[in-house]
């Protein structure tokens, strides 16, 4: 069997990103990194164009591609077909189930597709996806390979910073119903509140846009929680929005926490504190498993990117009661 991009990263120690990076964007690592990689790859027998030799046609379904954290992404996954010379058609589900089915459905036409963050039950992606190449992001459904994003550390990292802040009560901001995303970081959120006797409030499931946060605003309020983490960044957005003009403001009377990292997180005032996931290198790495995927090799059943917490102004301790 020919070698994969798996068996690459694994000889040069490295990760399977790091090894993706190495063939599509050198530029981006250390030389003595770089140098590593090639030599694996020279020691197995990999070329990274066997798996793009032939120009493919990429369908790519998003849940919303208005959304930032999507767009980030699409931009990635465009950048890195473009090295491979592959062309890409977007699919937009705008939220809709039985839009995303019919999505997908066209999507099972072309040579292969990326499934970003689909809001389907398992079983009827994988009714639908057959035995087409597909690799989903942001999202795990067996036995189809996929590359997450870490629900986990930054999340538990966001929760512990609250708790040396001095905050007791917590509420966590629901993402769209359906969303593995969101269920994830909903019981990562749960199991370190737990683990430091810090009460949790779950809010309804919202919108993961602006108008999600603020519809999202009066609950937070009458919750009583000091602080409140929100499924994404553009909820936590509309939630400082929504609770400044009911007269709450942050971080004086209730500290806020997004997750993702956009743009817009480090240029609001105050600035929003979030978890920083690996956006672009989560779709830069999904073109390359589905390359490998289309060519009949057998990449990773899943790869995990990290997450961070990244500290602004929008936590602080909370306010004597």
């Not at 003009?245 to 004086?252: F, H, I, N, Y």
Request: charged share 20%; with cysteine.
């Amino acid at each position: 069997m020919a070698a994969t991009l798996t068996d690459v990263a694994r000889r040069a120690g490295v990760s399977i990103a790091t090894a993706s990076r190495a063939f599509g964007e050198p530029d981006r690592l250390a030389a003595a990194t770089l140098d590593r990689v090639l030599v694996a790859a020279g020691e197995l027998g990999y070329v990274a164009s066997q798996t793009a030799t032939a120009r493919r046609t990429l369908g790519v379904v998003f849940p919303d591609v208005a959304n930032p954290v999507y767009a980030t992404l699409l931009k990635a996954i465009q950048g890195q077909a473009w090295h491979s010379r592959h062309r890409i058609a977007v699919f937009d589900a705008d939220e809709d189930p039985r839009r995303e089915r019919e999505q997908i459905e066209r999507a099972r036409e072309l040579d292969g597709m990326l499934l970003c963050s689909p809001r389907l039950p398992d079983d009827e992606v994988l009714g639908i996806v057959g035995e087409a190449p597909c690799v989903v992001v942001n999202r795990s459904i067996d036995p189809l390979p996929s590359v997450l994003m870490d629900t986990e550390f930054g999340p538990t990292q966001a929760v512990e910073h609250l708790v040396a802040l001095g905050h007791r009560h917590v509420a966590y901001a629901s993402g769209p119903r359906g969303s593995w995303a969101d269920a994830r970081r909903s019981l990562t959120i749960e199991q370190a509140c737990d683990r430091h006797g810090v009460t949790l409030t779950r809010l309804g499931h919202q919108a993961a846009s602006i108008q999600g946060g603020r519809a999202a605003a009066a609950p937070t309020a009458a919750s009583g929680a000091t602080a409140v983490i929100a499924y994404n960044d553009l909820v936590a957005l509309g939630l400082e929005a929504g609770l400044s003009e009911l007269g709450v403001t942050c971080p004086d009377d209730i500290s806020i926490v997004g997750i993702d990292d956009i743009d817009l997180a480090g240029a609001v005032t105050p600035g929003l504190t979030t978890v920083r996931m690996p956006i672009a290198r989560c779709g830069a790495l999904a073109v390359d498993l589905l390359a490998e995927a289309i060519a009949g090799t057998a990449p990773a059943r899943s790869a995990t990117l990290g997450s961070q917490l990244i500290v602004r102004a929008s936590t602080a301790a909370p306010a004597p009661r």
